[in-house]
């Protein structure tokens, strides 16, 4: 059973470029949920999707959007990159249907470097 | 809105001595509470979890209780070991709604021999 995977693993763009990152779910899972972790801090919760919608979003700018597919896999675009949106991006699954006992599972990240 | 904090690190044990990481909430309603370890260049990995108050998690000898009284989630291993060498984030799943996951700012351990 595979995991949450993540593509790519590492990245580098310059100022002003944007970037879509991708996420499939652990088998099963049917929400994916992306964070931004940067350098020695903890993950920041960027937005959910669920049935192909933004349910929930942090507090991120509009740069960042996303969409969900009807597989459940999902994509993180950040448009207009700026020095400070260099971190590890971490997409996690979940499954609504199993009520809210459902944990979190994490994929590996991709780290976005903005030079 | 909810929040998580842990205590600032490094901590830095020699093997075999007692770990506990302090881990404190705020949230409404009725959070489930998490321990994840981020391991250098890694994801996150769930380490252990409770839904409900009073419950422990427990998980390769580590363990933490769901203390709702203190808002406490404190993450504690009897016996460290060098392989334990990682960053520990606590963090809380919001009840209801779209399972928003609010982290803590993490706990870097190192376990010397």
């Known amino acids: 059973d595979a995991g949450v995977t993540q593509s790519p693993t590492h990245l580098i763009k310059t100022r002003g470029q944007q970037v879509t990152l991708r996420c499939s779910p652990k088998s099963g899972h049917d929400t994916v949920s992306w964070y931004q972790q940067a350098l020695g801090q903890g993950p920041q919760f960027i937005f959910q999707y669920y049935e192909e919608e933004e349910r929930q979003r942090g507090n991120f700018p509009d740069r960042f959007s996303g969409h969900q597919f009807p597989n459940y896999s999902s994509e993180l675009n950040v448009n207009a990159l700026l020095l400070g949106d260099s971190a590890l991006y971490l997409c996690?699954?979940?499954?609504?249907?199993?009520?809210?006992?459902?944990?979190?599972?994490f994929g590996p990240g991709t780290r976005l470097l903005v030079l | 809105g909810n929040s998580v904090t842990q205590m600032e690190g490094p901590v830095t044990l020699s093997e075999e001595a007692f770990l506990t990481i302090n881990c404190t909430y705020t949230?409404?309603?009725?959070?489930?509470l998490f321990w994840y370890v981020q391991y250098p260049g890694e994801g996150l990995q769930l380490l252990l979890k409770?839904?409900?108050?009073?419950d422990k998690g427990s998980n390769k000898g580590f363990e933490a209780t769901y203390r709702k009284e203190t808002t406490s989630f404190h993450l504690e291993k009897g016996s460290v070991q060098v392989s334990d060498s990682a960053v520990y984030f606590c963090a809380l799943r919001e009840s209801g709604g779209y399972q928003k996951v609010t982290f803590g700012t993490g706990t870097k351990l190192q376990v010397i021999p």
């Open positions: 996690a699954s979940s499954s609504r249907q199993t009520h809210l006992g459902e944990t979190q599972y």
């Open positions: 949230a409404t309603g009725y959070p489930s």
């Open positions: 409770a839904t409900k108050a009073d």
